[in-house]
């Protein structure tokens, strides 16, 4: 047998590092089924490996592998499963940390599974009142500067200026960002929609009080805003934060307030912070089918699919605006 030599060891390391690497990144969790510790001790199990005319023993060699091998497998790992990790909670059903789970994997989500205004709901016309004294929403929106920050649960456009306020029971709420789940999380009538947009306000004296309006999409001709978007979201799992320049939140909204419906409900996401007031705009915007592919294509594949299911309605009613 020829001794291996040091360049050979090398070029062995590389290869299965190689190896280890692509499994890991092209895996999804728990579609492999062994921990990342567990795969490098397989590995171990293998007694020989020929590389053009060497034979070597593996085993007897793998103290001196085993460490690069080990960085690259946690490396890997990490690559793979940080996005989850950081968030703390994912949209798998069925999943340790999956939606029917939230409020007890964090003691400080218990609101996720206890409250009684949570969101998304479906939007039923036997909940719904028409309520006049809504009145139109009191949008004054400016252009500001903004980012494509991509926060691995979901795509969001950061405003880094002042873009204006709306106005909602003569409390006044700035504009701060907006991002997408997919497929629709609120209904109406018992109708999901495949994307839906939320700009998110935030209350000028209360920092933690918000106001969403929602945006649905459905399938059918490219939304211009997002088509302007593309070539950012192309790179989005490259840079997680990428400037725009200005950006107009009526340009992003793109659609009319004449009608719309106002509920109290919570954030969708951990901790379901409830006391959010609801606008969800009943005219519904057009949206490819490969934008929203292509957001999709940006995140984990435990967040393609982002939206929480729907939540109990208990005795809220649901308001409705229309001229």
């Known amino acids: 047998m020829k001794p ?13 590092s190689l190896c280890v690497l692509f499994i890991s990144l092209a895996s999804t969790r728990g579609e492999i089924g062994m921990s990342c510790i567990t795969l490098l001790f397989k590995v171990s199990d293998i007694c020989t490996i020929q590389v053009t005319g060497y034979m070597c023993n593996l085993s007897f060699h793998l103290r001196s592998l085993a460490t690069p091998l080990l960085h690259v497998i946690f490396l890997s790992c990490f690559l793979l499963n940080c996005a989850e990790e950081e968030a703390g909670f994912n949209y798998v059903p069925g999943s340790d940390i999956g939606p029917d789970r939230w409020g007890v994997i964090n003691e400080n989500w218990t609101t996720c599974g206890t409250g009684r205004e949570q969101s998304p709901i479906d939007i039923t016309e036997e909940r719904i009142q028409e309520q006049p004294d809504l009145g ?21 456009v950061e405003w880094n200026g ?8 003569e409390t006044r709420y700035n504009v701060i960002q907006f991002h997408w789940h997919s497929p629709s ?14 700009i998110v306000h935030q209350n000028i004296d209360n920092e933690t009080a918000r106001a969403v309006v929602a945006v649905l999409y459905a399938y059918g001709h490219p939304d211009p805003f997002i088509t302007k978007l593309e070539p950012l979201i192309r790179n989005a799992n490259n840079v997680e934060e990428q400037p725009i320049g200005l950006v107009d939140p009526r340009e992003a909204q793109g659609i009319n307030t ?3 419906y106002r509920y109290m409900g919570s954030l969708t996401v951990p901790p379901c912070t409830e006391g959010v007031v609801w606008t969800v705009l009943d005219k519904i915007r057009t ?23 729907l939540q109990n309605i208990y005795d809220r009613t649901i308001g409705l605006h229309q001229i």
């Open 258 to 260: 004449t009608k719309y």
């Open 185 to 198: 999380e609120h209904t109406i009538n018992g109708q999901r929609y495949d994307l839906e947009m939320h």
């Open 136 to 156: 139109r929403l009191l949008q004054k929106y400016q252009p500001a500067r903004a980012a494509l920050k991509n926060q691995h649960t979901y795509l969001e």
């Open 4 to 16: 291996i030599s040091s360049n050979m060891q090398f070029m062995i390391t590389t290869f299965l």
């Open 162 to 169: 002042n873009a204006g306020s709306i106005t909602i029971d």
């Open 287 to 309: 949206v490819s089918t490969e934008q929203v592919n292509l957001m999709k294509q940006a995140l984990p594949e435990e967040f393609k699919n982002n939206s929480r299911p």
